[in-house]
């Protein structure tokens, strides 16, 4: 038996030969050491967050669809972008007519965000944002500390075709939101699926509204047909009783010159009496005549008006136990207007204060020279619930839509208030400084 000591075979060990394995020959192996890997971070985010972010945006955009009313539209913007974001409070302003106010479109904005937007609007600070055309974040005064602040206002700019309509404010305790990131892009899709769904209920709201008056007008220039027709008859029965007047006042006068016997008391008496109606009538046929190719802007004195006026509609308050107490400063500077959108303001003014009390009452016209303003003030001891603060439906009274539109052509503003206790007060105020027109 013979025993073979050297071996000249090699063999390498097994562990060897699973670590030498070539890549093509590692899915033929039945056995493999695979090394685990690891995600990045930024991949995780992307396959992970990202059809969340979609998912919350298909949601949102299935549900506001459904759905008419800003409000609702609005809260559940606001519940989404909770999702993406930390968000304390969502607000979306919009411009008024006037661009010089920022008006909440949703109705439980607070006072605090509301006048912090228009203070940055003041400081010219929404100007800049609206240049830029990019999300701002500025710190929110009341919550700065040594350390930092603790909330802040992302401020998103409203921009329709080149015309700044308002902003997106978003209270939030994000430090900042690059422009490339996931939750920026998201939140400017979301805004892209709200904003035009709400301006589309605001210009049919608009709609509806400019059709509503249309019809209005409409009636109103049927009614104001009529008026002209009686207008025309009533002057001409004015025209005609000045000239019987004023041969009674020729008659009574020579009547006391010629006949010695005749009580001199008498003549007198109905000669004022006739002077009185003379002048009623004058200021009756001055009233009535609307000559628009003599509408040419002077100065006015608004006392002389308030006067004149209570001297037409003085028998009318009388009849219904009303008493007009006038309280106007004197000298007053007088506006620039004309004297027949002056008697259609002052038209409009009463027909607002038409009298409701059967039991009678009293009003009362006071005119004040504050801060390069004339200010009209009146004062009814009625409630008129259309002249509360409450009150929001101006569209039941043309008269006080005529009125406020003819204070706007004279720049000024309307103001009411009224309560079951104090009255009702209705105050119009005309800006002795107006705009250079061309």
């Keep these: ?73 609005i809260n559940i913007l606001d519940k989404t972008l909770r999702r993406i974001i930390s968000v304390n409070e969502l607000s979306i302003f919009y411009y008024n007519d006037m661009q010089n106010t920022l008006i909440s479109r949703n109705k439980n904005a607070s006072s605090k965000t509301t006048a912090f937007i228009n203070s940055t609007n003041k400081d010219g600070i929404l100007e800049w944002i609206f240049e830029t055309g990019k999300p ?18 992302l401020i998103i700019p409203i921009v329709e075709r080149k015309v700044n309509r308002g902003v997106v404010s978003i209270l939030t305790s994000i430090n900042s939101l690059p422009d490339e990131s ?44 009529k008026l002209s027709a009686i207008g025309e008859l009533t002057s ?16 009574t006068d020579m009547i006391g010159k010629e006949f010695k016997n005749v009580d001199r008391s008498l003549v007198n008496g109905i000669m004022s009496q ?34 004149e006026y209570q001297e037409v509609i003085g028998s009318s308050l009388r009849n219904k ?17 004309n004297e027949n959108y002056v008697n259609q303001i002052l038209s409009n003014a009463f027909s607002v204060l038409r009298a409701t009390n059967e039991h009678g009452g009293g009003i009362l016209i006071q005119s004040k020279f504050i801060k390069d303003n004339i200010v ?41 208030d009224a309560t079951e206790t104090t009255g009702s007060t209705l105050v119009l105020s005309f800006p002795l400084k107006r705009k250079i027109r061309k």
């Design 376 to 416: 009209i003030r009146f004062i009814s001891t009625d409630y008129l619930e259309k002249l509360s603060k409450s009150y929001d439906d101006y569209s039941r009274d043309i008269s006080f839509r005529i009125l406020k539109n003819l204070m706007s052509a004279h720049e000024g503003e309307v103001v009411s």
């Design 236 to 251: 001409g029965i004015a025209e005609t009783l000045i000239s019987p007047l004023q041969v009674i006042m020729s008659y």
């Design 274 to 307: 006739v002077k009185k109606v003379n002048t009623i009538v004058s200021r009756l046929v001055k009233f009535a005549s609307l000559d628009s190719s003599e509408l040419k802007i002077q100065p006015c004195d608004l006392n002389r008006f308030i006067e």
């Design 1 to 73: 038996m013979r025993v073979i000591r050297q071996n000249i075979s090699k063999y390498q060990p097994f562990y060897q030969t699973l670590k030498n394995v070539d890549n093509e020959k590692v899915d033929e192996s039945p056995l493999r050491l695979v090394e685990p890997e690891i995600p990045d971070q930024e991949e995780e985010t992307q396959t992970e967050g990202s059809p969340r972010l979609l998912q919350y945006i298909s949601a949102l955009e299935s549900k506001t669809k459904k759905l008419s009313n800003p409000d609702e539209i």
């Design 136 to 153: 701002v974040i500025i710190p929110e005064p009341s919550t700065q500390t040594i350390r930092g602040t603790k909330n802040n206002y």
């Design 182 to 225: 996931a939750e920026s892009q998201a939140i400017r899709i979301c805004l892209g699926i709200v904003l035009p769904q709400l301006e589309i209920i605001r210009q049919k709201q608009q709609l509806t509204s400019t059709f509503h008056d249309l019809q209005v007008y409409q009636s109103k220039l049927t009614n104001d047909f």
């Design 321 to 337: 136990n009303y008493e007009c107490i006038l309280d106007l400063e004197e000298r007053i500077p007088p506006i620039l207007s």
